[in-house]
Structures are given as C-alpha cells and as structure tokens.
C-alpha cells in the first residue's frame, strides 16, 4: 500500500491532475493475479473525483470487487503490470492483447487523452521496488 500512497501524493502534487481529471468521478479496482513472480495476489480499490483520489484502500480478496460494485475494473498478471508501470507496455496494447482485462466504460476516459501523458509521467517519478526483484536480493 506505500506504493500506492506515493503514487497518490505523486498525482495530487501535480496541479496538471485537477485540470486532466475535471469534471470525471469514479470508482476503480485493480487485481494484480498471481504468476510465476508473484505467488499472492493483491487488490486496490480507489475512489477519485476532479482529479483527487479520495480514497485508496488494498481489498482482501478479489470478492470485494465484486461488494464494491467499481465503475471500473483492471486485473491483470503481475508481470504485465511491472512492465506497465516501468513504461515498456502502453495501457492500450496490453489491452488489445488480452493482458490486462478492463471492465468499464471506457467512453470518459478515452474523453480524457491529456490524461494518458500525465499519467505515464506520474508513474514514472514514483519509487518502486518490485516483489520478484526484492526477493532476489
């Protein structure tokens, strides 16, 4: 969960998030599943409104999402995700690939292009120390 609260004092440090995320709520789970680098997996749900997320919580199983009722949904294999957040796969192509299955209408966001950039930026000013890499340490 640190790793989630950087990355929510990333986006809300940048005044460039209330200007990509005006005028959008919603609510978003994400499943990083197990695979051969990661044995457990983990479960995110996060509430954001004009571009402030307002809450951010890990679930404790993959039921919740399905309690919480989220707007949208993103689950995905570990691995896809390190190479998600490392910037080597483009959320679009992973999804046309199958890798990550998204659940949602993806209309307000597809609205919201300026989005894409500053999300790659933020993600990219957050520290991160992979599971399967910490572990080989």
Known sequence: MAWCQALVAAIHANPESLV???GWRGTLAVAVLADEALDTPFFVFSRIEDGHVLDVRALEDEDEIDELEPDYVAKGAF???KRFIRGEFDPIEALLQRK???EGDLQPIAERAQFKRLFWETLA???TAFADEESAS
């Open 20 to 22: 990509a995320g005006k």
């Open 79 to 81: 691995l896809t995700w």
């Open 100 to 102: 990550i299955h998204f």
């Open 125 to 127: 000013k957050v520290p």
